[in-house]
């Protein structure tokens, strides 16, 4: 098993900055990738960014350039650093751990508003 535990969100001006953070516990030696989605009102669930054991990253379009994903090992967390934040990128956003099965967290929710 695999617990993981979303820290960082909150309410943010548009063009700030937010530090998301998942911990993760339990079986950790069995993750080989862990991402960040994020579910909006009425939308589906999409992925935001994901990265591998070997710290290899992807990205949705929408967030290239100004989102980063990182991990240390040494705490066991992953980071999402989100930059020049838009009204659109509003949402819950929700640490995922892929082992033999997938694992959530509670979700975090991020807003972005004036």
């Known amino acids: 098993q695999v617990q993981l535990v979303e820290s960082g969100g909150g309410l943010v001006q548009p063009g700030g900055s937010l530090r998301l953070s998942c911990a993760a516990s339990?079986?950790?030696?069995?993750?080989?990738?862990m991402a960040w989605y994020r579910q909006a009102p009425g939308k589906q669930r999409e992925l935001v960014a994901g990265?591998?054991?070997?710290?290899?990253?992807t990205y949705d379009d929408s967030v290239k350039g100004r989102f980063t994903i990182s991990r240390d090992n040494t705490k066991n967390t992953v980071y999402l650093q989100m930059n020049s934040l838009k009204p659109e990128d509003t949402a819950v956003y929700y640490c995922?751990?892929?082992?033999?099965?997938?694992?959530w967290g509670q979700g975090t929710q991020v807003t972005v508003s004036s």
């Open positions: 995922y751990a892929e082992a033999a099965r997938g694992f």
């Open positions: 339990g079986t950790i030696l069995s993750i080989y990738k």
């Open positions: 990265i591998t054991t070997t710290s290899s990253t």
